[in-house]
């Protein structure tokens, strides 16, 4: 199937490894030019030089950190700068630390509501408006099931990204008649850093060992495993994709079936 995605310019944050290099490998593997974000120069140039590789025209790495809205700014700036404009944008950052709802603290909330919240909606602002001029243009959120099934030992992450949803949520039916499509992408039990990390807090509570812990979390799983980036990031190339034109503020889970609610 022919995704349409050459010659699409694609921005990916966080694209150096995990959940955001999933999506871009799948992007450059369908011809998008790339642009992406981290935190470390040195393995965003590896990182391109990867892409550039797996077919993308050219892929391009921007040192931003999601915590300052000038870098998101001047992470805009350069993307325009390298491709001329942007026809995708993928929202993403890293996770807050693990915690219950009890143990939230308001400068936690407020560091973590830059991430999570503020510079994703900078960023779009900046970029939102030649897309629906152009009549075309995709937004992905990198999410989480636990904005639909809120995971209990991260009640940060729980409560920031639904705010996020919501945004997604009523800006996508602003947009969509202007040919511009938003979606929420929730990974479930993804190998990744932040399964580690949270994993790890999950056998310390309970006092066993990591194997142990990552164990129990496939085994909650219908699919009978933890999922792979690469059982992520075809999705994200399809939602970005002409093919994917007519799903907007929905969230797509890609989860092995862990969550059970039919909503």
Not at 22 to 44: F, K, M, N, T, Y
Not at 51 to 64: D, E, M, Q, R, W
């Amino acid at each position: 199937m022919d995704l349409g995605l050459k010659g699409r310019r694609a921005l990916v944050m966080g694209g150096t490894k995990g959940l955001g290099r999933s999506i871009a490998d799948a992007l450059a593997a369908e011809g998008a030019a790339l642009v992406i974000s981290g935190r470390d120069q040195a393995r965003l140039d590896e990182a391109a030089a990867a892409l550039k590789g797996a077919g993308a025209p050219s892929a391009t790495g921007i040192v931003a950190d999601v915590a300052s809205s000038d870098d998101m700014d001047r992470l805009a700036d350069g993307a325009l700068a390298a491709m001329g404009g942007v026809d995708i944008l993928v929202l993403n950052h890293g996770g807050p630390p693990p915690c219950t709802a009890s143990q939230i603290t308001e400068p936690a909330l407020l560091e973590w509501f830059q991430h999570i919240v503020v510079s994703p909606i900078r960023i779009t602002n900046r970029l939102l408006p030649a897309m629906r001029e152009r009549g075309w243009g995709r937004v992905i959120v990198v999410g989480s099931t636990g904005m639909q099934h809120p995971i209990p030992t991260l009640a940060l992450s729980n409560t920031l990204r639904a705010s996020i949803w919501g945004w997604l949520k009523t800006l996508s039916g602003e947009v969509a008649k202007d040919g511009v499509t938003m979606n929420v992408l929730a990974p479930g039990t993804i190998q990744t850093d932040r399964v580690t990390q949270t994993s790890t807090a999950r056998a310390k509570q309970k006092n066993i060992s990591l194997e142990e812990a990552l164990a129990e979390a496939a085994a909650e799983i219908p699919a009978g495993r933890l999922g792979t980036p690469a059982d992520y990031g075809p999705m994200g190339a399809f939602l970005a994709s002409e093919r994917g034109a007519y799903i907007t503020g929905s969230m797509i889970r890609v989860d092995g079936g862990r969550v059970r609610g039919m909503v």
